[in-house]
């Protein structure tokens, strides 16, 4: 059976018998965060299931962007797009980027990232076609706690967000479970 077939057929289980305070919470349940927060934080396996219930949030709570190492990479990339939508649009006024410690892109470079890619068949013209951009995102990345405060002076610094919506810098130990603030 493969992965997907594993998510289908474990969705069929669920739909039969679904929780009763969640479905019916599901029918009041807003687009729009109570908590008028969006986290940007990793994409790391570690804090699925993790990282929410240790910051005592629920469902419905906060606009989660997820993106490997929390990078910010540019004045309009994924992130700040995520991030202007939430702010224009949903009532975002502050935002936590939230790293954490031990992050695989601390041991990751450009030139790991090239090799593994050639290995798969990507063509090495495709990986020219990016290859500045790589390597100014792969190499920048070095150690967690510098990248939350990157990232944390790339969005207040960044001209298409308001100036009015907080941002903070903490770390997250995905494996104890604590945070610690970084940057007010």
């Known amino acids: 059976m493969s992965v997907i077939d594993e998510l289908l057929q474990?969705?069929?289980?669920?739909?039969?018998?679904?929780?009763?305070?969640?479905?019916?919470?599901?029918?009041?349940?807003?687009?729009?965060?109570?908590k008028k927060l969006a986290i940007v934080t990793c994409m790391d396996t570690r804090l699925v299931n993790f990282l929410?219930?240790?910051l005592g949030l629920g469902r419905g709570d906060v606009k989660m962007i997820k993106v490997v190492g929390n990078v910010v990479t540019?004045?309009?990339d994924s992130v700040i797009k995520s991030l202007m939508v939430a702010i224009y649009e949903l009532g975002v006024e502050e935002i936590a980027v939230i790293g954490h410690a031990e992050c695989g892109m601390a041991k990751t470079t450009s030139e790991s990232l090239k090799a593994a890619m050639i290995a798969r068949g990507v063509s090495p013209d495709a990986i020219k076609m990016v290859e500045h951009e790589l390597d100014e995102w792969a190499d920048a990345f070095e150690e967690p706690t510098q990248n939350v405060q990157d990232a944390v002076e790339a969005i207040r610094?960044?001209?298409?967000?308001?100036?009015?919506?907080?941002?903070?810098?903490?770390?997250?130990?995905?494996?104890?479970?604590e945070l610690t603030l970084l940057v007010e």
């Not at 474990?10 to 109570?34: I, R």
């Open 74 to 76: 540019g004045v309009f």
């Open 157 to 177: 610094n960044n001209p298409l967000l308001p100036k009015d919506v907080g941002v903070h810098g903490l770390l997250f130990h995905p494996r104890t479970g």
């Open 10 to 34: 474990a969705n069929k289980e669920y739909l039969s018998a679904p929780p009763v305070d969640y479905t019916q919470e599901d029918h009041h349940a807003s687009k729009l965060p109570k």
């Open 52 to 54: 929410e219930p240790a």
